[in-house]
């Protein structure tokens, strides 16, 4: 299945980039009434309701299509043993999602390295702060208002200091 199929170009999914694929990969199974087949929320009918069980299984065919087309192929190996649409999903959601074992210590990285730049804009570079801080709430790891404040202001450029080419007084 192509974007085109999809309706939308999606990124592919590697090992950097789940937050943004994750986020455009919802939106695409949403529009397309979709979405209940990643989350839980559409379950398979019993099979005593065999056109009801058809229409489910041709459905949920099409959900790990669009998941699988969405993924770099060498990352498609780490699906070989899921049978269901929700199993993909978890699957990739274990071993790229926010929760793994490596993705609160990247958040923290990422966190102390923040440093707003003079030539973009500010309001694109606060969005990328607001996306780290989403990251370490989902490890389990948020860090408070006071600290994010005061990292926000740290990450100013110099143009911002209340002395020119001196350090931010807090």
């Known amino acids: 299945m192509s974007n085109k199929e999809i ?5 592919k999914l590697d090992s950097t980039n789940y937050s943004t694929w994750k986020f455009e990969i919802v939106i695409a199974l949403e529009a397309k009434n979709l979405l209940g087949f990643v989350d839980g929320t559409v379950v398979k ?3 005593d309701k065999t056109t009801e069980l058809k229409a489910y299984g041709q459905t949920s065919a099409q959900v790990k299509m669009i998941i699988l087309s969405t993924i770099a192929q060498n990352f498609r190996r780490n699906l ?9 999903w978890d699957k990739l959601k274990d071993l790229y999602g926010d ?3 490596d993705a ?3 958040a923290w990285e990422q966190f102390y390295n923040f440093r707003i ?5 500010v309001a694109n570079q606060l969005e990328i702060l607001e996306s780290i801080y989403r990251r ?7 860090p408070s208002d006071k600290a994010v404040m005061t990292k926000l202001l ?5 143009k911002f200091s209340v002395i020119h080419g001196s350090a931010l007084l807090l």
């Open 7 to 11: 309706g939308m170009e999606v990124v």
């Open 45 to 47: 009918p019993g099979e």
């Open 80 to 88: 070989y043993n899921c049978s269901t649409a929700k199993e993909m």
């Open 99 to 101: 929760a793994h074992g």
């Open 104 to 106: 609160a210590q990247t």
């Open 117 to 121: 730049s003079e030539e973009e804009l």
């Open 136 to 142: 370490l709430q989902d490890a389990g790891e948020k």
């Open 154 to 158: 740290c990450s100013l450029p110099a």
